[in-house]
C-alpha cells in the first residue's frame, strides 16, 4: 500500500503544523490571561461602590500606559535573542533580564516620587492604593523582559504559561482581595500580590540565564527606548478617537462612543497571538516580505470574522456592552469592529517595524494622529457631523486612519528590504 503524500510534501506540511501547534499553545494562553483580568473586572464592577470602581479602573489605565515599557523591553529582548547567532545566548538572555531589573527599579522609584501627583489628577484618597502603583508597574516591567527572552527563544509553552499566570494572579488576589474587603485598597493589594506571580514564574523558567555585561545591558536600555516609543505612539493613536468623542460628542453620544469601543478593543487584542508567534521570524527574515504578508493576511481573515459577526448579531454586542441603553450601538457595531481589526493590522506592521528597526515608524504614526485630530477638529468641531452620525464619522476615521498607517508603514519596510538585499557597486 502506497501514500499519497510525497517526500517533498512533507517538508512543506510540518512547518505549517508546527506553527498551528504554537499559535495554539499561545492563544490559548493569552485568551486564558485576558478572561481571567475580565474576570477581575466582573468580580470588582460587583463588590466595589462606583466612586471606589472608577478609581480601580483610572489606575489599571495608568498601569496600562506604564506598561509600554514592559512591551519594549519585551520587544527588543525577542528581536535580540531571535537574531542571535553562535555561542553566548545564556548571557545575551541574562543581558535582556538584568536591563528588565534595572528598567523595573527606575519605573518604580519615578513612580512613587510621582505618588502625590497620581493622587491629585485621579482623585485618588487611599494614599496605599496610590504608593502600590509603583511595584505593581516594576513587576510587569520585570515580566516584559523575560516574556521578550522567552519569545526569542520560540519557548512557546513557557511563554503560554507565563500569560497564564498573568491573568490567574490577577483574577485570584486581586478579586480575592476584594472578598476579604471591599475597598480600593485591597484591590490594589490583591492587584501587587498578583502582579508578582509572573516574574516570579519568569524567573524560575529562565534560571542559569548568566554572564551578562554591562555594555550588553546598556545596549538592550538603548533599542528598548526606541522601541517603547514606537509601541507609545501606537497606543496614544489606538485611544486617541475615545478622547476625540469625549471631548467633541455631547455626553450620551460619546457614552455610545464608549461602549463601542468596548468591541474595536476586543477585535484588536484578539489577534496578538499572531504577532507573538510571528515577531521572531520577522526579526531574522527583516526582508522576507512574504512573511509579512501572511501574517496580515492572518490578521485580516480574524478581523473579517470579527466584523461579520457584529453585523450578523447586533443584540448579543449590544448585551455585551451594556445592555438595552446602548441600543442604537448594536447597529453600528461593525463599524467599531473593523476600527478595532484595522488597528489590529497596524499593530502588527508596527511591529515589524520594531523588528526591522525602522526608526521613522514612530514619526509615521505621530503624523497620523496629528492628521486624524484636525480632521474630527474640522468635521465635528464644526457640527458638520453631530449625534449618532458623528459616532459614525469618527469611527470611520480612525478606520481609515490605522489601514492608511499601515499601508505606509507596510510601503516603507519593503522598500527599506528591497534597498537592503540590493547589489553593491
Not at 95 to 107: E, I, V
Not at 246 to 257: A, E, F, I, K, P
Not at 358 to 365: D, G, T, W
Not at 371 to 400: E, F, N, P, Q, Y
Request: aromatic letters at 6%.
Amino acid at each position: 500500500m502506497t501514500s499519497d503524500t510525497t517526500p517533498d510534501q512533507q517538508p512543506a506540511t510540518a512547518p505549517k503544523l508546527s506553527f498551528l501547534r504554537s499559535a495554539t499553545v499561545v492563544a490559548v494562553g493569552m485568551a486564558i490571561m485576558n478572561v481571567a483580568a475580565y474576570g477581575f473586572t466582573l468580580v470588582a464592577v460587583h463588590r466595589l461602590v462606583p466612586s471606589e470602581f472608577g478609581a480601580v479602573t483610572a489606575l489599571l489605565g495608568l498601569l496600562l500606559i506604564g506598561n509600554v515599557a514592559a512591551l519594549g523591553l519585551q520587544a527588543s529582548g525577542a528581536r535580540r535573542i531571535a537574531t542571535h547567532t553562535g555561542a553566548g545566548e545564556a548571557a545575551l538572555a541574562d543581558s535582556m533580564l538584568k536591563a528588565g531589573r534595572l528598567a523595573a527599579l527606575g519605573l518604580t522609584v519615578f513612580c512613587l516620587l510621582m505618588t502625590p501627583l497620581i493622587m491629585w489628577l485621579l482623585h485618588i484618597d487611599s494614599l496605599i492604593a496610590a504608593l502600590l502603583v509603583a511595584p505593581t508597574l516594576g513587576c510587569l516591567t520585570i515580566m516584559g523582559s523575560q516574556l521578550g527572552v522567552l519569545q526569542g527563544g520560540k519557548n512557546w509553552t513557557e511563554l503560554a504559561a507565563v500569560y497564564t499566570a498573568t491573568g490567574i494572579g490577577r483574577l485570584v488576589f486581586g478579586g480575592g482581595a476584594l472578598f476579604v474587603s471591599q475597598t480600593l485598597t485591597a484591590a490594589m493589594v490583591g492587584l501587587a500580590l498578583g502582579a508578582a506571580v509572573p516574574p516570579l514564574l519568569g524567573g524560575f523558567l529562565l534560571r542559569g540565564s548568566t554572564g551578562g555585561t554591562p555594555e550588553q545591558v546598556k545596549e538592550v536600555l538603548r533599542e528598548t527606548v526606541h522601541g517603547t516609543h514606537t509601541l507609545l505612539a501606537f497606543f496614544v493613536i489606538a485611544n486617541a478617537d475615545v478622547l476625540l468623542a469625549r471631548g467633541l460628542l455631547d455626553q450620551q453620544h460619546s457614552g455610545y462612543y464608549a461602549a463601542g469601543v468596548i468591541v474595536a478593543k476586543a477585535c484588536l487584542f484578539l489577534p496578538q497571538f499572531v504577532i507573538v508567534i510571528v515577531f521572531p521570524s520577522l526579526a531574522t527574515s527583516p526582508g522576507d516580505t512574504q512573511r509579512l504578508r501572511r501574517a496580515i493576511q492572518a490578521v485580516a481573515a480574524l478581523g473579517v470574522c470579527c466584523v461579520l459577526g457584529a453585523l450578523l448579531l447586533p443584540d448579543v454586542v449590544v448585551k455585551v456592552v451594556g445592555g438595552e441603553d446602548y441600543a442604537p450601538v448594536g447597529p453600528i457595531a461593525w463599524l467599531f469592529a473593523l476600527a478595532g481589526s484595522s488597528y489590529a493590522v497596524l499593530q502588527l506592521v508596527v511591529y515589524a517595524a520594531i523588528a526591522q528597526q525602522e526608526k521613522r515608524a514612530a514619526v509615521l504614526i505621530w503624523i497620523g494622529l496629528v492628521s486624524l485630530a484636525v480632521a474630527t477638529l474640522i468635521i465635528l468641531g464644526t457640527d458638520i457631523a453631530t449625534d449618532l452620525t458623528g459616532v459614525k464619522v469618527l469611527v470611520a476615521m480612525t478606520s481609515t486612519c490605522a489601514l492608511a498607517l499601515s499601508a505606509a508603514l507596510a510601503s516603507g519596510l519593503r522598500r527599506h528590504s528591497v534597498a537592503d538585499q540590493a547589489p553593491t557597486a
